[in-house]
């Protein structure tokens, strides 16, 4: 607690101090985002920057060097930033919240979005991540199209795929009519995968999807200052399986709306106010009906629903760039299981496995950028909330209360995070390094979750609504300095997170679920530490070639010195661009070391090292009025057989794969 309070009261001197400085000249620099990944449009964005044109949003955000991505199947990766999976994170649909409906994560928030959505995506390390909502390890905004007041009439695309590892057909279909005052946009996408081979060509079976993601967007000018959008994106996979898991998934769909007003001058101090209210919902059933010899069948539905709004306006007063975001939701997760056991004699069996737990959750942040001078800049941000969880179902109430006796059927939380950063940058480097600290609430699994099987581990968990708020104390360090053809940059982070949740073992308790190894019920561990540091270099040969590296190091440990589990290992990327005109081609080796760090405890083993090549080229054909963009590449080329520390009980990544996209730009 002493750490805590002295930092946050080196927090507001140092701001109160810099604050002070009235006689330095205005700029227009502003600070450096920690990380931005810039997606495939359809219009804005050029396909011919993406090695492959109808790549999944999973492939595009594993490029970022802090995300990796957490594999069940081939389909749906959870998101992972600063060694922290989703519980950690705020990961969000253009500043909207969303709760997925699975109590297994086997639907991430990603999985709802296509590329064909999205115009980029936008990732913030740690407490530059909580302008949307509370959070520990940093934030993921999925960025949709701006205003499309283009007056460029009618436009369309197509964009065709195919890879050979699991007769892999991807379709793309977009068309745009843009006025002065008036935008309409719809696409579409189709993607489509039967089960694919591991190196030495081994199937992995349960490994099929389809998919398919239809969005409209139109927006109506007021006037040269304000405008109304309406977007609108249904999403819907079917037959998706999960190798890594006893469970499929025959259905799952969202359909996300929103409404929004939005306010542009440059002449005024009130330089744009976004408006936006949003609804979303989403239906994820399991199954197992195409499992052989199942010990006991299940059908385990969920649903998700969620009402929400924020208010963003920025201004600028002098030195200071400031943000101020007013946004609040209201969220009802429900979840069920029944079983059928194979003897008919026998009972049917059902329990809420989330007992319809209503979340509602309303907060203000704000941030202020202020020039120091014209090469330094000192950004100070915060947020506040108030959260309020309740148990709507009686059954699943006292359920509940069995374990926890004395619990009631609502809890309220106060969440606040701090941040500060400081930015130095002149023409051949830049440097920067803040602190902060967040506090995080349980998630609806960890405060109220009732016999959810991990098959991870193989234990059962149980909620506990009694847990305190997370909290992370959090350093950061970049730098960045180039010399003439050579730029190397660093960029490291450390989190000392108190109060840390996880499941622990219950040896009074019985598991519920045939072969689970017992039960663990959501506690927190005194504290923990994760760190990652990560060496990027880029050397230019010519005016074509380029060598780009990158190196990264992880640690994650407990109170007691036990390894924490999902901690990457050490990873490496060298990658040899060549780029002339309008034709592209790389060669690429990645790769990570051995998992020696690995937590046996939550059910990790010993992941072998293992290295792959790709290789890809491409070329834009400009003809009169359209464009054509042909991409094509090997994914590991020697077929290496491998699996990851982020691959789910191990299960194999596909081997050899040859790939070709064609877009069509008219």
């Known amino acids: 607690m002493k750490h805590i309070l002295l930092f946050i009261g080196c927090f507001f001197i140092g701001g109160f101090l810099y604050s002070q400085d009235k006689n330095q000249r205005k700029t227009n620099d502003s600070i450096r985002k920690l990380d931005e990944i810039v997606l495939t449009g359809r219009r804005k964005l050029s396909n011919y920057r993406q090695q492959k044109t109808l790549s999944s949003i999973d492939e595009y955000l594993e490029k970022a060097n802090k995300i990796t991505m957490i594999k069940r199947g081939n389909y749906a990766w959870e998101p992972s930033l600063n060694n922290m999976t989703s519980d950690r994170l705020s990961v969000t649909i253009d500043g909207m919240q969303i709760y997925g409906a699975c109590t297994d994560k086997m639907d991430p928030i990603t999985s709802y979005v296509d590329v064909s959505n999205l115009e980029k995506v936008t990732v913030n390390s740690g407490q530059e991540g909580t302008e949307n909502t509370n959070c520990i390890g940093g934030g993921i905004d999925l960025k949709l199209p701006s205003s499309k007041f283009y007056d460029s009439g009618l436009k369309s695309s197509i964009d065709l795929g195919y890879e050979t590892n699991g007769n892999y057909k991807s379709t793309g279909l977009d068309i745009e009519y843009s006025a002065n005052k008036f935008y309409i946009s719809a696409d579409g996408i189709f993607r489509k995968s039967d089960n694919y081979t591991a190196g030495g060509n081994i199937e992995v079976n349960y490994s099929q999807f389809q998919k398919y993601n239809i969005s409209v967007q139109s927006g109506y000018k007021i006037n040269d ?32 709306a929103s409404l929004a007003h939005n306010y542009k001058n440059d002449s005024t101090t009130i330089k744009a106010w976004e408006t936006k209210l949003y609804f979303n919902t989403i239906t994820h059933i399991m199954d197992d009906s195409k499992r052989p010899n199942v010990p006991i069948r299940m059908d385990m539905p969920g649903w998700s629903d969620t009402y929400g709004f924020y208010s963003k306006v920025k201004f600028n007063l002098n030195k200071h760039r400031l943000i101020a975001n007013l946004n609040s939701h209201y969220n009802r997760s429900l979840a069920e299981m029944t079983m059928y056991p194979n003897d008919p004699t026998e009972n049917t069996m059902f329990m809420y496995t989330w007992p319809d737990v209503k979340t509602f959750n309303s907060g203000i942040y704000l941030k202020d ?62 440097l920067s390094f803040g602190l902060g600290y967040g506090e995080r609430a349980p998630s609806v699994s960890e405060g109220y979750g009732f016999y959810l099987f991990n098959s991870f581990d193989k234990y059962d968990y149980i909620g506990n609504p009694n847990l305190k708020n997370e909290k992370a104390l959090e350093f950061n360090f970049n730098a960045n300095r180039t010399f003439k053809k050579l730029n190397v940059a660093i960029e490291a982070s450390y989190f000392y997170i108190s109060d840390y949740i996880i499941g622990e073992i219950d040896p009074t308790l019985i598991a519920m679920t045939i072969g689970a190894n017992g039960v663990r019920i959501y506690k927190a561990l005194d504290n923990a530490s994760i760190f990652s540091a990560f060496l990027n270099t880029e050397y230019k040969i010519s005016s074509s070639f380029a060598i780009n590296t990158s190196i990264g190091y992880n640690y994650g440990k407990g109170d007691s010195n036990q390894n924490l589990p999902l901690i990457r290992p050490f990873s490496y990327l060298a990658e040899l661009n060549y780029m002339h005109k309008s034709f592209s081609s790389s ?39 359209t464009s054509i963009i042909l991409k094509m590449g090997i994914e590991n080329i020697f077929d290496k057989n491998y699996s990851t520390y982020a691959d789910w009980n191990n299960f194999p990544r596909q081997g050899r794969n040859f790939y070709i996209n064609l877009s069509y730009l008219m």
Do not use: C, W
């Not at 994106?233 to 037959?239: E, G, L, R, S």
């Not at 330094?376 to 959260?387: D, K, M, Y």
């Not at 090292?609 to 003809?623: A, C, D, K, P, V």
């Open 225 to 256: 200052s304000n405008s109304i959008e309406v977007d609108l994106i249904y999403d819907q996979a079917n037959d998706v399986g999960y190798p890594a898991l006893p469970m499929d998934v025959s259905l799952a769909k969202a359909t996300i």
């Open 369 to 430: 950028e202020f020039n120091i001078t014209p090469h330094q800049t000192l950004s100070l941000s915060t947020r506040l909330a108030l959260q309020i969880n309740r148990i709507d179902n009686t059954v699943g109430l006292q359920s509940l209360q069995i374990y926890y006796p004395d619990m009631q059927d609502s809890k309220s939380r106060f969440l606040t995070s701090l941040s500060s950063n400081y930015s130095f940058k002149k023409h051949d480097y830049e």
């Open 587 to 625: 060669l690429q080796l990645k790769g990570d070391g051995n998992q020696t760090n690995y937590s046996a405890n939550y059910g990790e083993d010993l992941t072998p090292s293992y290295s792959i090549m790709n290789f890809n080229l491409g070329n834009r054909f400009e003809f009169k009025d």
